[in-house]
């Protein structure tokens, strides 16, 4: 069995790879504004898993969550934050990760994701925002908490849907590059 951390860190230096390649526009902002990036972000995935909900499309639901937890990725390295070393839980692999980390719930799988990603990433949204107003508190310590949080809500969730999630985040990072002329140029 292998740590959290064993598993997810190497993802994250995936995704930072992908990113380099696909998202330099992104990359090259300063901090903050990148963490309002993400922050819109998951509120777009707050809406299309509404979306998902009302047409009861579970492919649906599936593809946000691969785009959320890519998000949660980018957001985890934005922050310098390993999301794997605070979870306690080992496993085999990514798959086994995720159905270790399926949330011990009844409820409808729209309305745990939904609930969830709308928890969790509002209150990082707070803590971003409370940045603005030089609030009292420590954002830094609530951002890298709840990215952790919302990354393991996420990947339970993908657990519950039974999403092979390795060949579907690289199979959405390689859309994503073909856009890229930089990838073009690797590709030859």
């Known amino acids: 069995m292998k740590s959290a ?5 190497p ?4 995704q930072l790879e992908h990113d380099r ?6 990359l090259t902002l300063d901090t903050q504004t990148r963490l309002k990036h993400m922050a819109l972000h ?3 995935y707050a809406g299309k898993i509404a979306d998902a909900k009302e047409r009861e499309d579970q492919a649906a639901l599936a593809a946000v969550m691969i785009d959320t937890i890519i998000i949660c990725l980018a957001t985890a390295n934005t922050l310098n934050v390993s999301l794997g070393a605070p979870l306690t839980c080992r496993a085999n692999d990514l798959q086994d990760l995720c159905d270790r980390l399926v949330p011990d719930v009844s409820s409808n799988v729209f309305d745990s994701a939904l609930t969830a990603l709308v928890k969790i990433a509002g209150r990082m949204a707070k803590a971003i925002e409370s940045t603005d107003h030089l609030e009292k508190g420590n954002p830094r ?3 890298d908490a ?4 919302l990354t393991a809500a996420m990947l339970g969730i993908v657990g519950r849907l039974h999403v092979p999630l390795s060949d579907a985040i690289q199979g959405r990072w390689r859309g994503v590059e073909s856009k890229s002329i930089f990838r073009r140029t690797t590709a030859e």
């Open 146 to 149: 709840e990215i952790v949080t």
């Open 42 to 44: 998951f509120l777009k």
């Open 21 to 26: 390649l696909a998202h330099s526009d992104i």
């Open 5 to 9: 951390e064993s598993i997810l860190l």
């Open 11 to 14: 993802l994250q230096v995936a």
């Open 141 to 143: 310590e609530i951002l």
